[in-house]
């Protein structure tokens, strides 16, 4: 039995779920989600509970098990508290900049890179344009467009420039100086 799968979910009365067939609706105060249930996998809801269990024993049962447990739960987790990303840049003249609905990234390019945001994230940068913080009840939708921020310059491994997770470790090489 898989070990993430088994554990109850455990939501709080601010938290509202609808089961509708194969389609399982999240209502919160920040937002609702709204997911297909694959039917591999069976959900029962008692009252402030939710169990995710699976119909039969084979492989794509046993692996589907866990992951929408994990998904059902970030739903709940997202509609009640909310995810936060945060992105930091380093490098000489990199910077980002809202520009009302869209990011403006400076990344050392020829041209200013700008972005648009989702609706269903909110963006916020510190006083010098270094930490970009996105927030989203959504955390496959957050997930997603902080790796597309991240792709635009990612960190190179010699002098660590680049757009970066905070907290994320870059492994740092040495450069051809270091091989004499």
Do not use: C, W
């Amino acid at each position: 039995m898989s070990r993430v799968g088994k554990e109850p979910i455990v939501f709080d009365s601010s938290v509202t779920i609808t089961l509708d067939g194969s389609l399982i609706t999240v209502k919160g105060p920040k937002g609702q989600l709204e997911r297909q249930v694959h039917p591999a996998v069976g959900v029962t809801i008692e009252g402030n509970t939710l169990t995710v269990t699976r119909k039969n024993e084979e492989r794509e049962s046993r692996a589907l098990h866990g992951t929408f447990r994990a998904l059902i739960n970030n739903m709940i987790i997202g509609v009640s508290k909310g995810f936060v990303k945060v992105l930091v840049v380093k490098g000489t003249g990199y910077k980002f900049e809202l520009k009302g609905k869209k990011i403006g990234f400076a990344l050392g390019f020829s041209h200013p890179v700008e972005m648009e945001i989702p609706k269903e994230i909110s963006a916020e940068v510190n006083k010098t344009n270094t930490e970009l913080t996105l927030t989203s009840y959504d955390n496959e939708e957050l997930g997603n467009f902080a790796a597309v921020i991240k792709r635009l310059r990612p960190v190179e491994p010699y002098k660590g420039k680049g757009i970066s997770y905070q907290g994320e470790v870059i492994r740092r090489k040495a450069g051809k100086a270091a091989g004499k």
